[in-house]
């Protein structure tokens, strides 16, 4: 099913809309490539040209470059249907049906608040993003803090997650495992060895033109219960993303700041204008969130509960009490590259094993 759901990511002219509309008539990217191409035309107005280029497998090959680039990196793609993929992420009417995530996917369903703004972050700003975050962590533990990675507002989030214990989630919008910008790939390195993780949309198969950084902000969005706009001119990405938010029923928040200070122009328009509700602690943005506050315990990572078959048994139990590195998992399972690609994907999502830094996976149960 995950190579499936990564073919129908390479079929031309179909895109993100076109394949949640495919998955969603027919409950999977398997049952799409199983259908005949009068049944997609008419169970889907499908186009007669993408419909038979789904009837001849368009996008296969390109599924298998996929899948052995994901292992060689060390990346984790998980497609919409599986119990792994974020909740609150398929609730959007344009989710992408695969995400590519380096790191822990159990946090990507935690209890997640985004935190965004703008590049040139103030001395002002900095410290609102390091005051927010601590109280945050401090009344509501087992939070997730969400941004893009990149410069100001979206790095201090990050670092402030980190400095106060929390979990941090990067949405980028370049494919993985490279970080943009390069200056915050020792943060991002930082982030998932400490439980984050790291996501995009993008496949390493994608052309990098400067267009994906709107359709990032809509992941940033959606994964979380309310976004925070710490610090943002008149105008910028930060309010795209709580353009978005409002459009998903997320709720929308705000740090005023002074009419003077054109960094804080959009974040006091947006409470002027009843778009986003005034923020000043973490227990403002729990409160506004209504969740409870104090919680003792940390929520349980969530993952598939899927019992492991013989051979998947057998397979963990090649494991030492150490890491081991992809190349030594080979020799010592004797699996064909395409066959230990799916035998770690499926093993990463049931959470027999722990992908790590550097190609390398531990066991976990």
């Not at 998955?23 to 007669?48: M, P, T």
């Not at 729990?286 to 397979?315: C, H, I, N, S, Y």
């Not at 150490?322 to 080979?330: A, K, N, T, V």
Request: glycine fraction near 8%; aromatic fraction near 6%; proline fraction near 4%.
């Amino acid at each position: 099913m995950l190579l499936e759901s990564i073919a129908l990511s390479f079929v031309p002219h179909l895109g993100v809309r076109g394949a949640v509309h495919l998955v969603e008539c027919f409950g999977s990217a398997e049952a799409v490539y199983a259908a005949s191409g009068e049944e997609l035309i008419e169970r889907c107005a499908l186009r007669r040209d993408i419909a038979h280029s789904i009837v001849s497998r368009k996008g296969f090959s390109e599924a298998e470059r996929e899948l052995a680039y994901c292992t060689r990196n060390g990346i984790t793609p998980i497609c919409s249907t599986n119990d792994a993929y974020p909740r609150l992420l398929r609730e959007i009417e344009d989710y992408p049906i695969v995400l590519y995530v380096c790191g822990d996917v159990s946090v990507l369903n935690r209890p997640s608040v985004a935190f965004v703004g703008t590049r040139k972050m103030s001395a002002y700003g900095q410290r609102m993003c390091e005051e927010l975050v601590s109280s945050l962590k401090a009344v509501v533990p087992g939070v997730s803090i969400v941004s893009g990675l990149a410069y100001g507002i979206d790095g201090a989030s990050h670092r402030a997650a980190l400095m106060a214990g929390a979990t941090t989630v990067g949405v980028l919008a370049n494919t993985l495992p490279s970080v943009t910008p390069v200056a915050n790939e020792r943060l991002a390195a930082e982030m998932v060895a400490r439980g984050g993780a790291l996501v995009t949309e993008l496949n390493s198969q994608s052309k990098q033109n400067g267009r994906y950084f709107i359709p990032r902000n809509r992941i940033i969005a959606a994964l979380c219960a309310g976004v925070v706009v710490v610090e943002s001119g008149e105008s910028g990405g930060s309010l795209s993303t709580a353009a978005f938010a409002d459009g998903y029923n997320r709720q929308v928040m705000a740090v005023p700041g002074r009419a003077s200070d054109s960094n804080s122009r959009g974040c006091n328009e947006l409470i002027r204008n009843r778009k986003a509700q005034l923020v000043l602690s973490g227990e403002d943005i729990a409160r506004e969130l209504m969740w409870e506050l104090g919680l003792e315990q940390e929520p349980k990572a969530v993952r598939a509960a899927v019992a492991l078959t013989d051979e998947e048994q057998a397979f963990v139990e090649l494991f030492d009490s150490e890491p081991i590195g992809i190349d030594e998992l080979s020799e010592r399972s004797g699996l064909a590259s395409g066959a230990l690609t799916l035998m770690l994907m499926n093993l990463e999502l049931s959470g027999a094993i722990r992908p790590l830094p550097g190609k390398r996976y531990e066991k976990s149960i």
